[in-house]
Each structure stands twice: as structure tokens, then as C-alpha cells.
């Protein structure tokens, strides 16, 4: 662990009305590498990426991205900070109105003057790495959600980003496009020396490729290491999540009174 | 972006329509330069009162519209009113210099305006001259006065 | 009582907010400089908001017009006056009608389209990810709307009232027998270029820029899920048709009344 400290996450603390989503959060993203973000539902995975994203602030703490803290630039600095990142949203967010030729090229119109033949050569290489160089005259809405989370992939790379953030990018993918995007992000990340930052639950392909993971849940990150070591943890937090066991610190049960009492209640005492 | 010329000369068109329906509102509809200058020649009329004569009412030869009252100001010198109008060039130097100008009401309740009533002079009236035989708007309270003093008497 | 009075201050503080937060939105989106890419951008939305509004302000522009005609000539037949009706037609039209039934229809036909529109790209994350590409949505996709809607109201109001007063003519002078002359001439003696279609047009202008905001700043600033945007798109239609006819009465009132 003594990489240059890509992304440094520093004390985070941030509420979302009355609920704290985060209370303290410490994270290490380091240069070139994968790492995941694991936890269950509601977590707040999202919310992470967003605050690291700079499009939510935090109560407290900080958010160093290559020793800049995202919350305290000005909004113009903040725009040029972007053109260093690529995001992959979980529903892809293609541009609607833009096919996916369009789509890609996007970034690239938009903060570079290179000469149109050179950004179809960039966009047509983008669209060779995820397989779909066949798909550029589609438009977004005729694609499937594995064939657009593709495009969205190749978008987030189109200008070649210093760190891709990846939110939920397996999430109700049948197992082949999961099984490509998996490869295609291993792929990816190695051919370009990307930093990574993977937010999922989906624990069997995220530990796949992940070279470092931390997992949150309760608003504070619960463990971190690499995933042959999560795999023997024998916290019984991380056991539950990472083995996916039904019962557990995390309870199955919604908080409720006792069963049986509950099943045998005098009529008129229903509530 | 990829551009589409179907798209562009739709709203082309549509800018075009909205420009042209502009046109048409001031020229047709508002009668912006309806009397091109060439077309008429200006008379003005000086009145003791013109009731509720405005610019743009009517000037009419035995009930046939020739022209239209351009501008109405106060005369400082004899404190009536000077009503420029805007005559069809076709009777330039037709109307006799005694021609009578009197302010009509159309109805019982409509618009005031301008009628021209040929007289029996051999001179005739050109651009710019002054017809001095008029004849003032009835004022209805005037009317009623003029009659309430003359039962009284 | 004092849950009420706190509920009160809360849902005053809450409308206050929401219109600060509008008002931001405008300025933001306004002033954004335009381009060569932000030309073509507008030129796509001149398409959507203001070609494809065309059809239905044709169509209602010509009935209304019509029916005019008809109950305005059972009228002034009465008073022997039917010579007067081209004059009515144009003034209703140009002053009122056109500028308040053309801002309502494309509150219906493009408000809620817009409303739509940017809700969607807001719930499909196409907003955020265009952030996180480094690229003002504000500036690529509010500010091209907001203009093309100006730009688009009063064009839509001039076609509705041309059309209008030839659906007046149509049924005044060719079904019902006004003397085609007194129909047109009649109209030009009354209908002042300045004072009336010109202040029509004002009209049109303000409530272009109005139904436009509401619908863009209801697209932008509603809740990203399926039911938000159906509230959201009847938001909209709801708020900019009352606007409209709030705002119609005050620019009357300083227009053609006599106040102040």
C-alpha cells in the first residue's frame, strides 16, 4: 500500500435530511488499481460516488482527488477536474437524443478541437473495445441495458480518464453481459492503467476483479482488504455480506413484535 | 452534432411565417401604409370642436370613404382644433375651395369622422390648402343645454 | 395550533425557496453565451417547441376566428352594425385572444412536452452524467429551451391571429354577406399598429418567457421517478395556464386601463 494516493476520502460525514447517510468515512483509492466499494442496498453507495463526484457536499470531511479537495474548488475548476473522470451510471444515462456514435464522441466535441476524422477514428477504437463499432447508427433506445451500459462504458473512457467511477455497473444484467462487462472493465482498466473505483453488491464478480475492497454498511466502513483476505474474514458482518448468509448481524426480520404473541392476539387487539 | 436540413428549413419557415404574419397585421389589418404618399394629398380643416374625432377615422364623400384624418392638434393661434387628412390623389384638384368638412357620427353610437360635401366655386382644392367652411361635432351635452335654455326662455 | 402555525411557516418558506430557487435557475440559464454549437442547439428546439406547436394554433387559431365571426355578427346585425365586425374580430384577436389562447395551448402542447422531457433526462441520470462529463446542463440543455420558447410564442401568436381574422372573413364576408371592403377597411380604422397588435405582442412576449420558465424549471427541479414527472408535467400546464391569465389581466389593466 504505498501507491500514490489517487482518490484519499477523509473523514466523511453527510445526512440526507434527518438520516445520516455517512459518519465518518476514511478511504484509500490507489493509482491504477480496481477497487470496490461493497455493502448492501441503501447503503449509500451511490451517494459515495456522487460526493466523490463532487455533485453532493458533505457535511464534514473531505474528498482529495490527486491532493485537490473537490468540495473547495470553484465551479469551473470543478468542470475541468471532470474531463479527468468518467463515470458509468447505473442506467447507463445515454443521451437520449444523440445516437451512440454521438453519444461517444460527446466528450470528446465537447472539450477537445481535434478535426471531425480524428475523433470518428477515437470513437470507432471506443466502440472496437466494447464490441459494438456495428451498433454506432442505433439509437439509444433501441439498445439492450447490457449493450447500453457498453456504450456508456465506452463514453466514460472516450477521453481517456485518469479515474472511471463505476456505479452498480452488473446490476440486472443477464450472466453474458455480466460476464462481459466483468471482462470488459478488467480489460479496460488494465490496457488504459485506469483508476478504478467499482461500487456494487454483487459480490462474486466485483471480487472478481477488484484489486482492493471496502465494504460500508451503517453509514462507516465496516472492513476493507483485499479480497482473498475478506474471504476468510471472521467478522461476522463481512462473513454475512460476503457469503450472502439470510440471517446475521443483519437482521432478516423487519423489527416486529414477538411471532407468537402476534399470531394469538385476542380479537379487537389487532393493530 | 449531425445537422439536419429538413429541420433547419422547417424553422426557417416558421420564422418566415411568423415575419410575413407581422407584415399582414401592420399592413392589412392595422392599415399601416395603406395610403402610400403618392397616392394621397393632405388637406387640413381647422373645427371649434371635434367631439370624439381620433386619427385614423374615416374621411367620406357622400358616404364613399376617399381618405383618413392623419393628425388632430390645437391651433395655438385660434385655439380650435387642426385636423390633417389624407385625401385619395385621385380627386386632387376637384374639390371645389368651398367644399364643407363636418364631423358625423356614424349611427347613434358609432365612430366620428370626416365628411366632405362638394360646393359650386370653379376654384379648386390642392395638396397642402385649408378648407375654411366647417362645421363642428354635435355635442350632445351642448344640444341639451342649448335646448333646456331655450324652454326656459 | 402550533403545528399548524409551524406547517404554515414551513410550506411559506418552501414556496419561497422553490421561487428562489427558479429565479436562480433563469439567471443561470439566460445568460449563458451562446455558440455555434448552442445556435444549432436552439435551432433544434425552435423545431421541437415551436414548428411542432404550429399545426394546433392553426387549427384553433381558424375555429376560434370563425365562431367569432358567427356570434359576433348575431350581434352587431341587431344594432345594424354588421358592417362593424371585421373590426371586432381583429381587436378581440390581436389584443386578447391571441396572445391568451396561443400562450395556453403551448403551455399544453410544449410546456408539458419540455416538463416531460428534462424530467426524463433527469430520471434517466442523462443530466448528472452530462455534469460529470464536464458539461453545464444548464447551458446545452436549458438554456437552448428557454430561448427557442421566447423566441417561438409570439411567432405562434402572429399565425394565430392572421389566421383568425381570415377565419373571421371567411365566415363574415363569404357565408354571412359583410361587404368584403367594410370587413378590411372598417379593421384598419380601428386597429392601431402601436397600441394594439404591437402590446399584443408584448403580451405574447412575457408570456412566452413564463410558460417556458415554469415548464423548463418544473423539468429541472422535479423528483427523478416515473409518478414526479407526471405531477411535474401537470404542474406545469396547471401553473403556466393561471399565469397566463393572472399576468393577461395586470398587462391589460396597464395597457389599456386607466390605472396609475
Known amino acids: 500500500m504505498n501507491d500514490p494516493m489517487m482518490v484519499e476520502v477523509k473523514d466523511l460525514h453527510f445526512a440526507r435530511g434527518s438520516t445520516e447517510v455517512f459518519r465518518g468515512v476514511d478511504l484509500q483509492i490507489p493509482l491504477g488499481k480496481i477497487t470496490a466499494i461493497m455493502g448492501p442496498s441503501g447503503t449509500g453507495k451511490t451517494t459515495l460516488l456522487k460526493l466523490i463526484g463532487g455533485q453532493l457536499t458533505p457535511d464534514r470531511g473531505q474528498v482529495l482527488i490527486g491532493g485537490q479537495d473537490v468540495h473547495k474548488l470553484p465551479r469551473r475548476a470543478l468542470f475541468k477536474l471532470r474531463r479527468r473522470m468518467g463515470m458509468l451510471f447505473q442506467s447507463g444515462a445515454l443521451f437520449s437524443d444523440l445516437d451512440v456514435f454521438e453519444n461517444v464522441a460527446f466528450p470528446l466535441r465537447v472539450h477537445t478541437e481535434l478535426p471531425n476524422a480524428m475523433i470518428r477514428d477515437i470513437v470507432l477504437m471506443k466502440l472496437q473495445?466494447?464490441?459494438?463499432?456495428?451498433?454506432?447508427?442505433?439509437?439509444?433506445?433501441?439498445?439492450?441495458?447490457?449493450?447500453?451500459?457498453?456504450?456508456?462504458?465506452?463514453?466514460?473512457?472516450?477521453?481517456?480518464?485518469?479515474l472511471v467511477l463505476y456505479d452498480?455497473?452488473?446490476?440486472?444484467?443477464?450472466?453474458?453481459?455480466?460476464?462481459?462487462?466483468?471482462?470488459?472493465?478488467?480489460?479496460?482498466?488494465?490496457?488504459?492503467?485506469?483508476?478504478?473505483?467499482?461500487?456494487?453488491?454483487?459480490?462474486?464478480?466485483?471480487?472478481?476483479?477488484?484489486?482492493?475492497?471496502?465494504?460500508?454498511?451503517?453509514?462507516?466502513?465496516?472492513?476493507?482488504?483485499?479480497?482473498?483476505?475478506?474471504?476468510?474474514d471472521e467478522d461476522a458482518h463481512t462473513r454475512q455480506f460476503v457469503h450472502g448468509e439470510p440471517d446475521g448481524p443483519v437482521p432478516f426480520h423487519y423489527p416486529a413484535p414477538d411471532f407468537y404473541d402476534d399470531i394469538l392476539a385476542p380479537a379487537g387487539q389487532f393493530s | 452534432m449531425k445537422r439536419n436540413s429538413v429541420l433547419e428549413l422547417g424553422v426557417g419557415l416558421f420564422m418566415l411565417a411568423g415575419i410575413l404574419g407581422l407584415v399582414f397585421l401592420g399592413l392589412r389589418v392595422s392599415g399601416l401604409g395603406v395610403g402610400v404618399p403618392q397616392n394621397t394629398f393632405t388637406l387640413t380643416a381647422n373645427f371649434a370642436n371635434i367631439g370624439g374625432l381620433r386619427p385614423q377615422a374615416k374621411v367620406t364623400m357622400s358616404g364613399v370613404r376617399i381618405g383618413k384624418v392623419t393628425d388632430i392638434e390645437l391651433d395655438p393661434k385660434w385655439f380650435d382644433a387642426k385636423v390633417t387628412m389624407q385625401i385619395d390623389s385621385q380627386f386632387d384638384g376637384k374639390l371645389s375651395d368651398d367644399t364643407t368638412a363636418a364631423i358625423l357620427t356614424a349611427g347613434l353610437l358609432g365612430e366620428q369622422y370626416v365628411g366632405l360635401t362638394v360646393g359650386g366655386s370653379p376654384k379648386m382644392l390642392h395638396d397642402g390648402d385649408v378648407i375654411h367652411?366647417?362645421?363642428?361635432?354635435?355635442?350632445?351635452?351642448?344640444?341639451?343645454?342649448?335646448?333646456?335654455?331655450?324652454?326656459?326662455? | 395550533m402550533i403545528d399548524r402555525i409551524a406547517a404554515l411557516g414551513r410550506g411559506t418558506l418552501d414556496v419561497l425557496m422553490a421561487i428562489g430557487r427558479a429565479g436562480l435557475f433563469l439567471v443561470q440559464s439566460v445568460f449563458c453565451l451562446p455558440s455555434r454549437e448552442g445556435f444549432y442547439l436552439w435551432v433544434r428546439q425552435m423545431h421541437f417547441v415551436g414548428v411542432m406547436s404550429v399545426a394546433i394554433v392553426l387549427v384553433s387559431g381558424l375555429f376560434i376566428g370563425m365562431v367569432l365571426a358567427l356570434q359576433g355578427y348575431t350581434i352587431l346585425v341587431g344594432f345594424g352594425a354588421d358592417e362593424a365586425l371585421g373590426q371586432m374580430v381583429a381587436l378581440s384577436l390581436v389584443r386578447e385572444l391571441a396572445p391568451v389562447v396561443a400562450a395556453l395551448l403551448f403551455a399544453g402542447r410544449a410546456g408539458s412536452a419540455l416538463t416531460a422531457e428534462i424530467g426524463l433526462m433527469k430520471a434517466t441520470e442523462q443530466l448528472t452524467s452530462m455534469e460529470m462529463i464536464g458539461v453545464d446542463p444548464l447551458r446545452?440543455?436549458?438554456?437552448?429551451?428557454?430561448?427557442?420558447?421566447f423566441v417561438s410564442l409570439p411567432i405562434l401568436t402572429v399565425i394565430f391571429a392572421v389566421v383568425g381574422i381570415w377565419g373571421g372573413h371567411l365566415v363574415g364576408v363569404d357565408w354571412l354577406g359583410v361587404y368584403d371592403g367594410s370587413y378590411w377597411s372598417n379593421m384598419q380604422d380601428s386597429v392601431d399598429f402601436v397600441g394594439d397588435v404591437l402590446n399584443g405582442m408584448v403580451k405574447s412576449l412575457v408570456f412566452g418567457l413564463v410558460v417556458t420558465w415554469i415548464a423548463v424549471f418544473q423539468g429541472y427541479d422535479l423528483v427523478?421517478?416515473?409518478?414526479?414527472?407526471?405531477?411535474?408535467?401537470?404542474?406545469?400546464?396547471?401553473?403556466?395556464?393561471?399565469?397566463?391569465l393572472g399576468l393577461d389581466f395586470v398587462l391589460t389593466a396597464l395597457m389599456f386601463g386607466d390605472f396609475g
Open chain 1, 129 to 162: 473495445a466494447v464490441g459494438l463499432r456495428g451498433a454506432r447508427h442505433l439509437m439509444p433506445s433501441e439498445l439492450s441495458g447490457g449493450m447500453a451500459r457498453r456504450v456508456a462504458l465506452a463514453r466514460a473512457v472516450a477521453l481517456d480518464p485518469d
Open chain 1, 168 to 232: 452498480e455497473p452488473f446490476v440486472g444484467q443477464d450472466p453474458i453481459s455480466m460476464g462481459v462487462l466483468v471482462q470488459l472493465i478488467k480489460k479496460v482498466n488494465q490496457a488504459l492503467g485506469l483508476t478504478a473505483i467499482v461500487v456494487s453488491h454483487d459480490i462474486k464478480e466485483t471480487l472478481s476483479i477488484a484489486d482492493y475492497v471496502y465494504i460500508i454498511a451503517d453509514g462507516k466502513v465496516m472492513s476493507h482488504g483485499t479480497p482473498r483476505t475478506l474471504d476468510v
Open chain 2, 133 to 153: 367652411d366647417t362645421q363642428q361635432a354635435l355635442v350632445l351635452e351642448q344640444l341639451i343645454q342649448q335646448f333646456v335654455s331655450n324652454m326656459a326662455k
Open chain 3, 140 to 149: 446545452r440543455i436549458v438554456a437552448p429551451r428557454l430561448w427557442a420558447g
Open chain 3, 224 to 244: 427523478p421517478t416515473s409518478e414526479g414527472i407526471s405531477r411535474a408535467t401537470t404542474r406545469t400546464v396547471v401553473y403556466a395556464s393561471l399565469a397566463v
